[in-house]
């Protein structure tokens, strides 16, 4: 037994991480081959690590092989198939990112810590808002995701345009809007009847003259609007809602307008990209996921914004314990963010960038929205399905064609039968209170071979049901 266990000897350490890395480099080059779900016989399993902490150590190739079990008795998300919720796929450099990071273990909250790794996180940071069209003056944080931008973009706001007593305060959003918005701001202190939701067209885009209506009567009734979130890709469709009018209206009024880009933004880099998100530009800030667009593992969203100085502002905290970093060089994310001490999350994002070149990215995003409206013309070419939009980004949103009862009976049945086949797995929604299914290619894994198996098993399944 070693004197010092949490120390091994290099011989040690190399040991380990070939077995790691046997582990992980066995799982990817059979991703092809898995199942795109597995969860038989996974109650068992998970029971099995109901467990008490042992007191001595058991050997790596006992846990790693748990957890290799472990790994296959899920959805896989990494994997071709994974066309469900919104996928992203994790690129192998991110996570040796990770690795570097977590082993070496440096502190980059505060720049005066670690002055060169700090700018590496604030130089990815700054690529996000150069590809986002902010200006310079711009900053942004780097989260654990969407939900976490979104508060802190909530909390931005109301910083910026309320006191501290702003329960009258009004934030608009669309009924499309993702759900983290109501939760954020509910973190945030606002009462439910801060929440103006507000009605969509019929392609699912919030529709600017209800939210001139909505301003101008919580006006009238005394509220204090002060914050439109709008959609840069909704969950359920994809939709973009049109950022010039709203950000017409909202400068018109006093607002500040926030994007929720975390699926949709990163399709500005493609060719044509920044027609299908006009004006995001323009907006005040905006939320974004690395663990989606970017194709990055799950772990890293983002929060731009356009006047810095807001968000530093609304996170601003001191102590007398941080007096010798305090005021050191830049403003780090520990100034800018609820956080102070985290890892360095700043080189998952910034070493694939560097190692691929952006171009690499640029050219997987075209071939999803590719994807998506080569799954959305063979679909809309088929009776049996009625398409709820064609695809402004990359999901496609759509039921069977029957009686609505029919319809909401066999769409379940329909998600069970595809899925079960393995081969790709779909996840569904209700769009106005209807049952759908939806398509949402945008992992850098799924190409044209699996978005055909998709269709086509969606194709003989709806023949089987509707005959
Ligand atoms: C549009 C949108 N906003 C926010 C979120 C929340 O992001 P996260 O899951 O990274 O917290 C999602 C997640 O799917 C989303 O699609």
């Known amino acids: 037994m070693a004197r010092f266990p949490l120390e091994p000897d290099r011989e040690r350490l190399e040991e380990m991480t070939r077995a790691v890395v046997r582990l992980v480099l066995d799982h990817l080059s059979s991703l092809d081959a898995q199942p795109a779900h597995d969860l038989d016989g996974v109650e068992g399993l998970r029971a099995s690590f109901r467990e008490a902490v042992p007191e001595r150590g058991r050997p790596l190739d006992e846990i790693l092989g748990r957890l290799e079990a472990a790994i296959a008795k899920s959805y896989n998300a990494a994997g071709p198939g994974y066309l469900a919720y919104i996928p992203g796929g994790g690129v192998y450099t991110s996570a040796l990112a990770d690795f570097v990071a977590a082993a070496t273990n440096r502190y980059v909250g505060v720049s005066a810590a670690a002055p060169a790794l700090a700018q590496i996180e604030e130089t990815a940071v700054g690529w ?94 005394g509220r204090r609007p002060f914050l439109v979130v709008a959609n840069v890709g909704t969950t359920n469709t994809g939709a973009v809602d049109p950022l010039p009018e709203i950000l017409a209206i909202a400068r018109a009024h006093g607002l500040r307008v926030h994007a929720d880009a975390a699926y949709g933004g990163f399709f500005r880099l493609t060719p044509g990209g920044e027609d299908l998100m006009p004006g995001v530009e323009e907006c005040d800030s905006i939320t974004l996921d690395p663990h989606k667009g970017l194709f990055l593992p799950y772990g890293l969203g983002a929060l731009l914004v356009r006047d810095g100085g807001a968000l530093a502002r609304a996170h601003r905290g001191t102590a007398s314990y941080v007096q010798d970093v305090a005021g050191e060089g830049s403003l780090g994310s520990a100034d800018l963010s609820p956080e102070l001490s985290r890892d360095f999350r700043g080189l998952r994002l910034w070493l694939p960038l560097m190692l691929h070149g952006v171009a690499a990215f640029r050219e997987q995003l075209g071939e999803k929205l590719a994807l998506a409206r080569w799954a959305h013309e063979r679909l809309r070419g088929d009776p049996r399905f009625e398409i709820l939009d064609e695809p402004q980004l990359s999901v496609v949103a759509f039921r069977l064609r029957a009686p609505e009862a029919e319809a909401e009976r066999l769409g379940p049945e329909l998600l069970r039968r595809v899925n079960a086949r393995r081969r790709v797995f779909l996840s569904s929604t209700r ?33 089987a049901l509707l005959g």
């Open 128 to 221: 996000l808002c150069a590809m986002m069209g902010l200006p310079a003056g711009s900053l942004g944080i780097l989260t654990s995701g969407g939900s976490l931008s979104n508060f802190s973009a909530l909390v931005t706001a109301r910083e910026a345009c309320l006191d501290e007593d702003f329960q009258d305060g009004v934030i608009y959003l669309s009924e499309e809007t993702h759900h983290c918005v109501a939760k954020a701001a509910r973190l945030a202190g606002f009462p439910g009847s801060s929440l103006r939701t507000l009605p969509t067209d019929e392609r699912f885009r919030l529709i600017p003259e209800a939210l001139e209506a909505a301003i101008r009567d919580d006006r009238r009734r």
């Open 431 to 463: 769009v106005r209170g209807r049952y759908a299914l939806r398509i949402c290619v945008l992992s850098f894994r799924t190409h044209a071979d699996r978005v055909r198996d998709a269709v086509l098993a969606l194709e003989e399944e709806a023949g």
